[in-house]
């Protein structure tokens, strides 16, 4: 009875993600059709996008991220991942025989973040109604939906990678406000994997995120360990098939501002640290001696990250100056919080600061760890849209939870309340 009770739930958290995606994509489309329709897309990172795709689909190699128009021979390296191509890819590929090659890229570039869209709302719902409460579910699903600036990175046409990225984040956090168990682990880790892939900008977070497993492991929660030992396998098989994969040309480029040999070594030695932790610890129980052999582990794991991958530490340090301030310093959304415009930084960072707020009294209330966790990466994106604007995006989509909750009252207490932060666990 309760799983088909639960199977329930799942369908129709399913079903509202779904809906309200659509809906807005709809809206959203029908306002913006004049550009869209003549794939005027709305960033041109979206556009650079399109036409990386159209590339790989007229011949140029899988591996070949270059853009041959720009540059001289060889042309001017992206420092991209296929990943993100493949959904879009196979799109415009499987509909440009029946509909035509515009009328199968305006398909693409409309469904792929609208599927995108309703995935992430669906993630926020189950995180939710797991951390929250039964009560709390669908009204964290509105919250996300309507949570600027991450919604803009879910418009028609939005075909850069953020918004996988987001997605990729939040199946993460499921991981954390579930009950830890291998596979819960390894789904989080693969995760990890194929968002490293894609980008580096989600770095930080994914940290924040393997901190508050720690934090579980810390305390020897029941199944703590085997988490922290599938999040470390999986990140490391994860990266080392990607490796073969979605090696590119460009693979040999000294710098760590996308998925390159260097970004590679240094967050293949990082899968090691949770590894290293899980095993060491199964003898210890005391906190005192876990945390003695966390800061243990951590020094080891990063010294070796700084040895094989220093430029990790400044990842554009690589770019040529001259480059960095006629393009790097004019992207807006990788300007820091504070030299942004009031209004712009307000708008930005408004939605995750309440969101942290709120968090911190859910945590108040219910003395559930899994508000820490949460917490955690909410505080961490903060951070991180401190130095860049584009943090914010998971920074705003973290929020709809506790917003959520807040909003749901004692209901939404009760409901997700699962012992004190040292506590045991229900399932």
Known sequence: MGTAIERRLVYGDALVAMLLAVLLAAAWAFRDWHQLSALRLPDTDDVMRLQQIRDWLAGQRFNDLSQHRLGEAPGLAMHWSRLPDLVPAAIIALLTPLAGTHQAELVAVITWPTALFAAALFLVGRIARSIGGPGVARTAIVVAAIAYPATTIFLPGRIDHHGLQIVLLLLVARTLTSPPTLGHGLTAGLAAAASVVIGMETTPLLAAAGLAMAGEWLFAKHAADDRMMGFGIALAAGLLGASIIFKTSQWGYPGCD??????????????????????????????????MLAILVAGVIGGGVIAVAPQCLEP????????????????????????????????????????????????????????????????????????????????AILAAPALAAGRGGRAGGRGGKRGGVGGGRSH
Not at 260 to 287: K, S
Not at 332 to 348: D, H, K, N, S
Not at 360 to 369: A, G, H, K, N, S
């Open 316 to 395: 554009y340090a690589m770019v040529d100056p001259m480059l960095a301030r006629l393009w790097l310093g004019k992207v807006g959304e990788a300007q820091p919080l504070f030299t942004a415009p009031v209004g712009v930084a307000i708008g930005y960072a408004g939605v995750m600061v309440a969101g942290i707020v709120a968090t911190v009294w859910r945590l108040y209330v219910t003395r559930d760890y899994r508000w820490v966790a949460l917490l955690i990466v909410q505080v961490a994106a903060l951070g991180l849209t401190c130095f860049q604007l584009r943090g914010a995006y998971a920074g």
């Open 258 to 291: 996308g998925f390159t040999a260097t970004a590679w070594r240094g967050t293949v030695i990082a899968a090691f640290g949770p590894m290293m932790m899980a095993l060491a610890a199964r003898d210890f129980t005391r906190p005192a001696m876990r945390l």
